[in-house]
Nanobody, 119 residues
Framework: VQLQASGGGLVQAGGSLRLSCAAS??????YGWFRQAPGKEREFVAA??????KYADSVKGRFTISRDNAKNSVYLQMNSLEPEDTAVYYC?????????????????WGQGTLVTVSS
């Protein structure tokens, strides 16, 4: 079982990036995106379960999580990026059908992809 995150990079403030997370080995019921900025704890960004989504207040209206069943992948479209969004972004997954912001409820994690937003 593996989650492979990609799509990070350097972007100017106000720009956009699309992160991808490809799952292999199994299909999951719930997905989440988390991020960890330098010197800070890992924090919840977005979650997906079926037709339901949940977002951190700091990204609501700017970020969109989506899922492509055919590709067994989940995405995070990030628009209107701000320097405060700079972090390593991690995708996470669970076989349990639960919409959660709690990181320890996701047993499977990708390796992280770095997003840097310049001002």
């Amino acid at each position: 079982v593996q989650l492979q995150a990609s799509g990070g990079g350097l972007v100017q403030a106000g720009g956009s990036l699309r992160l991808s997370c490809a799952a292999s080995g199994r299909t999951f019921s719930s997905y989440g995106w988390f991020r960890q900025a330098p010197g800070k704890e890992r924090e919840f960004v977005a979650a997906w379960i079926g037709g339901s989504t949940k977002y951190a207040d700091s990204v609501k209206g700017r970020f969109t999580i989506s899922r492509d069943n055919a590709k067994n992948s989940v995405y995070l479209q990030m628009n209107s990026l701000e320097p405060e969004d700079t972090a390593v972004y991690y995708c996470a997954a669970s076989s349990v059908l639960v919409l959660t912001t709690t990181s320890h409820l996701y047993p499977y994690w990708g390796q992280g992809t770095l997003v840097t937003v310049s001002s």
